[in-house]
């Protein structure tokens, strides 16, 4: 009797999971104890097993793709076995592979065009992935087929900007790429086409209708019989007003004057005469470079004369997944948790000394960040409740000390996190960060390299601010801003003299760390940062 595997939890935060890869192909035997697959969870991936033995007849989560808890994974059973029926009672999204090819014709695929269209045999729909567990669209940061190549499986197809890195996203089939459905630099939400993959020459325009033309690609809106040699690019109009790069060819022999609408309230502004302006477009249409070059002719337009030559101008750019999910999150994070805010000012004479004598040691080489790293790791292994985490239905005091240290690169800010920071030394730390941020820079950080952080650290110090706020990184309970560190006069024996101070801001949610807390972990942040040499106790 057939037996249907769900997807599980496993872990208490767990909602949905991703399957990382498939050991098991429809038709392999399966016996009791195998690993059926690896699920990629919110804190891990994890290999699964299987409670059960028989035939694998059915997958209803592909790789890479992700599913909720409890949602269909996969059915086991005796081999041959018929479980259409089974799948049809399944009120859930489903997608068939082997044996219950039927099905999947009439299930994932049509559902995704219309009950209308078939899908040819040996066509495969690639929809937009989910590659992190916050993912909600991606951006197609780069193709790299075009329409009419052949491609094997394995072959990296497309760079997919994600909210948190830019990831190569390599096909599962064989095939000629038929279709493209999302242009370089646009975004789709999960699980919309991505691209066509099938036999050459096969006419998937009637399938490309069904799923409608609203974000058809630049190379693909009349999709055609394609051969490798004779691919067809067209622009759809959709496509074309959104970037603002439709080209007109038209011919002046009428003796009509030929420009485009900027070019034409440019010139309205400047109070230009279009007959004496020469077009360099195509087939001499005005353009607006025409009439930002524009010098008036002697006993022509002489009111262009005392036209001011300043524009205004602007650039719109696209939100990038990276810069809407830190929109989002650090938005719930500051209208959700109440912020308040700890600020303090250290003696950093004893640090300076400190590090430039650790630093004399040959090939060893720290920064006053990695000091600043090792302490708060310490003062937080004395003040758990700092080190804690708020949920909706419990608060969890985290007595492992994981630091996210946020790295700024092009498209915003990422947390790479530094595990078990307490129990690293010191160049342990500088190696670590430094090897972080630069593969942050790269956009080449795992996945898991950006999870799992009990507390972040924002340093800006190296770029002279003094002090600021940050906005706590939930569901974690506060954040350390970082200053620079000021020469200054201050009281010392009673007497003025030349010091070097740093201040830092710690931001607290009120929900987890009271004043008193908070300032308590200050005053053992105070000790480890101006006596450092405790840290090596």
Request: negative net charge; charged residues 25%.
């Amino acid at each position: 009797m057939a037996e249907i595997i769900t997807m599980p939890r496993l872990s208490d935060t767990m909602t949905e999971g991703v399957v990382a890869s498939w050991l098991k192909n429809i038709g392999d035997t399966i016996v009791e104890g195998d690993i059926l697959a690896e699920i990629e969870t919110d804190k891990a991936t994890m290999e699964f097993e299987s409670f059960h033995e028989g035939t694998l007849l059915y997958i209803g989560v592909k790789e890479g793709e992700a599913a909720k808890v409890d949602s269909l994974l996969a059915i086991i059973g005796e081999k041959g076995e018929d479980i259409a029926a089974l799948i049809n009672d399944i009120s859930l999204p489903v997608e068939a592979e082997g044996k219950v090819e039927d099905a999947e014709k009439e299930g994932a695929k049509v559902e995704e065009s219309s009950p209308d269209v078939a899908i040819p045999e040996g066509i495969e729909i690639i929809t937009m992935p989910k590659l992190s567990d916050t993912m909600e669209e991606g951006t197609v940061a780069k193709w790299l087929k075009n329409i009419g190549d052949v491609i094997e499986e394995g072959e990296i197809i497309a760079e997919i900007e994600t909210d948190k890195a830019t990831m190569e996203f390599e096909s599962f089939h064989n095939g000629t790429l038929l279709y493209i459905g999302v242009t370089e630099g646009n975004s789709a939400k999960i699980d919309s086409v991505l691209a066509i993959i099938g036999k050459e020459g096969t006419d998937v325009s009637k399938i490309v209708e069904s799923i409608g033309t609203s974000s058809m690609s630049a190379e693909a809106e009349e999709v055609k019989k394609v051969k490798p040699a004779q691919t067809e690019k067209k622009t759809s109009p959709e496509i074309a007003r959104s970037v603002a790069k439709t080209v007109v060819k038209r011919s002046n022999s009428d003796g009509r004057i030929i420009a485009s609408p900027l070019a034409k309230k440019l010139a309205e502004e400047k109070n230009i005469d279009l007959q004496y302006v020469q077009g360099t477009g195509e087939g001499g249409r005005i353009i607006k470079r025409d009439i930002e070059n524009y010098s008036a002719p002697v006993g022509g337009n002489a009111h262009a004369a005392f036209v001011p030559s300043g524009q205004e101008s602007f650039e719109d750019i696209s939100n990038s997944q990276m810069r809407k999910v830190i929109a989002r999150r650090l938005g719930e994070s500051k209208f959700t948790a109440p912020h308040y805010y700890l600020n303090v000012e250290f003696n950093m004479d004893n640090s300076i000394a400190f590090r430039e004598q650790y630093n004399s040691i040959p090939d060893t080489k720290i920064s006053f960040n990695d000091i600043v790293v090792k302490a708060t790791a310490l003062a937080l292994k004395q003040h758990p409740q700092v080190n804690s985490q708020w949920f909706d239905d419990k608060m969890r005091l985290n007595h492992h000390v994981h630091i996210g240290v946020a790295v700024a690169v092009e498209d915003g800010l990422v947390v790479p996190v530094l595990k078990f920071a307490n129990e690293q030394n010191l160049t342990q730390i500088n190696v670590q960060v430094k090897d972080f941020a630069r593969r942050a820079r790269d956009k080449k950080l795992a996945l898991d390299e950006m999870e799992g952080s009990t507390f972040t650290i924002s340093n800006l110090g190296m770029f002279g601010i003094i002090d600021f706020t940050s906005i706590i990184n939930q569901p974690n309970s506060a954040i350390l801003s970082v200053g620079a560190i000021v020469q200054k006069p201050i009281v010392k024996d009673g007497n003025i003299v030349v010091g070097n101070t740093m201040k830092l801001t710690l931001a607290c949610d009120h929900r987890t760390v009271d004043g008193v807390t908070g300032a308590l972990f200050l005053q053992s942040l105070k000790g480890f940062i101006e006596n450092p040499v405790t840290m090596l106790v």
